[in-house]
């Protein structure tokens, strides 16, 4: 009988490790598995950041492209301010003297100053009514000879 138990426990012993064989194989089997999809995906991750990382210079070249025109752009808008000061100083100093000068004249030639004072309301009254009594006869020019001789 001990043989029989003996036999039935090797048998057992030998079901329990070959279903331990079989689980270490299939458990490495997954593993490898698992391994082959982690270095598929550790190789996409390389690529996206490969991507992200050529995308981000682009951008970052672009973004300073677009600051240097900024930068054009700002000091010639600053330049044509500085312009349009000065040229606002320039004719407000030519306004100035212009005015100096016409005062001087009017000191100088009273004529002016009347003429000043007089407004357009009594400028040339005449020139505004209209006289309904005259008749318009129109005249065509001289054209020199007439033609046949005479």
Known sequence: ????????????LD????????RKKDVEMDTEDLREK????RLQVQEREARIDSETAALLAKSMSLDKELTVEME?????????????KKNKAFHSDMIDKLQKMGKKYPVYEQGA?????????????????????????FLGRLKGGD
Do not use: Q
Not at 1 to 12: F, G, N, P, V
Not at 15 to 22: C, Q, R
Not at 38 to 41: G, K, M
Not at 124 to 136: K, Y
């Open 1 to 12: 009988m001990d043989t029989s138990i003996y036999k039935a426990a090797t048998l057992t």
């Open 15 to 22: 079901e329990d490790l070959a279903s331990h064989m079989k």
């Open 38 to 41: 982690l270095d598929i995906l």
């Open 76 to 88: 010639e808008f600053a330049s044509v301010r500085e312009r349009m000061a000065a040229l606002r």
């Open 117 to 141: 004072k007089s407004g357009p309301d009594n400028a040339h009254p005449e020139a505004t009514e209209e006289d309904d009594d005259e008749e318009i006869v129109y005249k065509p020019p």
